[in-house]
């Protein structure tokens, strides 16, 4: 089973736009983080925001939250005022005590002007 | 700086004829691991290492091989590639604990004919 679902393979936003990115994940561990990468066309693979499962709150980087909701399992990641250069490939992974960093396959995210 | 280096960032060979590419960090990071990114798949784990002469398979390491002689390199080694090996790489590391961002190498993309 996975443990790591992102069920849009794409999106598309206008500029300035808000855009939420759609994560779920499946563990039975009571300590896990939870990553969200951005990854452009030229391939790098670029830290956005980071969420523990014991953080009380959402977390945010700047133009980036992540929505957790701890009970449903999900940790969308919420990208505010969207520009050009956000448009990129998107992953969530998590990583449970001693094991690996496990991701998704990805959203494609686009913005338009 | 700190940062992962890859090398080489791109190559193109034949089946059968053994490679190795290179990984460094300098950032004295315990954990490293190999990935690879194929598309429709997201990055799927190789190889991982907790710490110098400790290596562990990860999700898909048949056909490849690793060795952490050194804490701050992390070379993968394909014996004889084929070409469902053509993919792109990326080395990452960390320091251990499930909190941790994970820094990635700039990937290396390696096609196999």
């Known amino acids: 089973a996975q443990k790591i679902t992102q069920t849009q393979p794409g999106m598309f936003v206008q500029e300035k736009e808000a855009v939420t990115l759609d994560c779920t994940y499946d563990t039975s561990d009571p300590s896990y983080g939870l990553f969200w990468y951005k990854q452009p066309s030229s391939g790098e693979m670029i830290f956005l925001i980071y969420?523990?499962?014991?953080?009380?709150q959402n977390a945010t980087e700047g133009r980036y939250s992540l929505n957790f909701q701890k009970a449903r399992k999900s940790a969308n990641l919420v990208i505010s005022a969207s520009q050009l250069g956000d448009s990129a490939m998107y992953f969530c992974?998590?990583?449970?005590?001693?094991?690996?960093?496990?991701f998704g396959k990805g959203t494609t995210l686009s913005v338009s002007s | 700086e700190a940062q992962v280096t890859q090398n080489p960032r791109y190559l193109i060979t034949v089946t059968g004829k053994k490679l190795t590419v290179t990984c460094s960090q300098n950032m004295n990071h315990e954990y490293m691991s190999w990935y690879r990114q194929d598309p429709g798949l997201g990055l799927r784990q190789i190889y991982y290492?907790?710490?110098?002469?400790?290596?562990d398979k990860g999700d898909v390491p048949e056909g490849y091989k690793v060795s952490r002689k050194e804490k701050r390199n992390f070379p993968l080694i394909l014996e004889s590639p084929s070409p469902n090996q053509t993919s792109l790489y990326f080395c990452a590391s960390r320091v251990g604990g499930v909190t941790n961002e994970q820094f990635f190498g700039p990937g290396t993309r390696l096609t196999v004919l």
């Open positions: 290492s907790m710490n110098v002469e400790v290596t």
């Open positions: 969420q523990g499962s014991y953080d009380q």
């Open positions: 992974a998590m990583r449970e005590a001693g094991t690996a960093l496990i």
